[in-house]
């Protein structure tokens, strides 16, 4: 029993630590840069602006479909036919279409911004969530999140809407060890990608003026890239996106973020292959 009231004392305190804690600490700084700083911040402006061109951009041109017939009426010849090799003619045609969104992706989401970043804002990635330091400290949230998720995963998986959804990819039965390690790998840097966006570029870079409003600022944009997938999964979103963004500003690293992130994704496509017989 003591050991249990030790635990239950722990859990409070840390979870206590981790939210209250971290939004009055980004409050303070907020107050103190907005006092000390300056009226206008031209950085803040730039990241608020971009956040839905990056988004819009990702949205309406990440499918090769989009290109083909533009191909066919302005650039007959070579290119079109190998465009149509690669994306409609070729055994792994949905693979490479899935790339394809993966790297606009990668590149609107964290080629671009940290270009902005070092570039543009002459700051250091680690500034913005690439940095190691202090995640072994919330390595708990991590174990304990993946237990709670598994569960709903599990049971989540035997609905018709996560079966219509995922897997996001399935290679053929024949193809399924090769291209599938492949295919999470890409699936991995896509959510560094997600990570950095959504609780490093954004979050680390509107703090200074937003506090602790940073976080549910953040969560509005990652719940809307959700629309259209199951309903569960939108509402979801939201409370992982303040769960994630929390501890991004108390750790001032998107490395945990990235680990629970693919987890919980990765089990969501072995579960609905097992769904399918295939594993």
Same mark, same amino acid.
């Given at each position: 029993?003591?050991?249990?009231?030790?635990f239950?004392?722990?859990?409070?305190? !840390? $979870?206590?630590?981790? $939210?209250?804690?971290?939004?009055q600490?980004?409050?303070?700084?907020?107050?103190?840069?907005?006092?000390?700083?300056?009226?206008?911040?031209?950085?803040?402006?730039?990241?608020?602006?971009?956040?839905?061109?990056?988004?819009?951009?990702?949205?309406?041109?990440?499918?090769?479909?989009? =290109?083909?017939?533009?191909?066919?009426?302005?650039?007959?010849?070579?290119?079109?036919?190998w +465009?149509?090799?690669?994306?409609?003619?070729?055994?792994?045609?949905?693979?490479?279409?899935?790339?394809?969104?993966?790297?606009?992706?990668?590149l609107? =989401?964290m080629?671009?911004?940290?270009?902005?970043?070092?570039?543009?804002?002459?700051?250091?990635?680690?500034?913005?969530?690439?940095?190691?330091?202090?995640?072994?400290?919330?390595?708990?949230?991590?174990?304990?999140?993946?237990?709670?998720?598994?569960?709903?995963?599990? +049971?989540?998986?035997?609905?018709? &809407? +996560?079966?219509?959804?995922?897997?996001?990819?399935?290679?053929?039965?024949?193809?399924?060890?090769?291209?599938?390690?492949?295919w999470?790998?890409? !699936?991995?840097?896509?959510?560094?990608?997600?990570?950095?966006f959504?609780?490093?570029?954004?979050?680390?870079?509107?703090?200074?003026?937003?506090?602790? !409003?940073?976080?549910?600022?953040?969560?509005?944009?990652?719940?809307?890239?959700? $629309?259209?997938?199951?309903?569960?999964?939108?509402?979801?979103?939201?409370?992982?996106?303040?769960?994630?963004?929390?501890?991004?500003?108390? &750790?001032?690293?998107?490395?945990?973020?990235?680990?629970?992130? =693919?987890?919980?994704?990765?089990?969501?496509?072995l579960?609905?292959?097992?769904?399918?017989?295939?594993?």
């Open positions: 029993m003591i050991e249990g009231r030790s239950l004392t722990f859990s409070t305190s !840390y $979870f206590r630590e981790l $939210f209250f804690g971290t939004w600490k980004a409050e303070k700084d907020s107050f103190r840069g907005i006092t000390q700083g300056k009226l206008v911040d031209i950085r803040i402006l730039i990241i608020l602006i971009y956040i839905p061109v990056a988004l819009s951009i990702v949205k309406y041109f990440s499918n090769p479909d989009l =290109y083909l017939v533009y191909l066919v009426n302005k650039f007959p010849g070579k290119f079109e036919l +465009f149509y090799s690669v994306f409609y003619g070729s055994v792994n045609a949905e693979f490479h279409k899935k790339l394809f969104w993966i790297g606009s992706i990668v609107f =989401y080629v671009i911004p940290a270009f902005i970043v070092k570039i543009g804002f002459k700051q250091k990635l680690k500034d913005f969530g690439f940095s190691l330091k202090n995640v072994h400290k919330d390595y708990p949230l991590y174990i304990l999140m993946l237990l709670i998720m598994l569960p709903i995963v599990f +049971f989540a998986s035997m609905t018709a &809407s +996560f079966q219509e959804r995922y897997p996001i990819f399935q290679p053929a039965r024949n193809q399924l060890l090769s291209i599938f390690i492949w999470q790998i890409a !699936y991995f840097v896509q959510f560094v990608a997600v990570e950095f959504f609780r490093g570029f954004i979050i680390h870079g509107i703090k200074s003026r937003f506090g602790l !409003y940073t976080v549910f600022i953040s969560m509005i944009p990652y719940c809307m890239v959700h $629309f259209g997938k199951p309903f569960g999964e939108t509402m979801a979103a939201i409370v992982a996106g303040i769960i994630l963004g929390t501890l991004s500003l108390k &750790s001032r690293s998107i490395t945990l973020g990235i680990l629970i992130h =693919y987890s919980v994704a990765i089990t969501m496509d579960f609905a292959l097992y769904r399918e017989g295939i594993l």
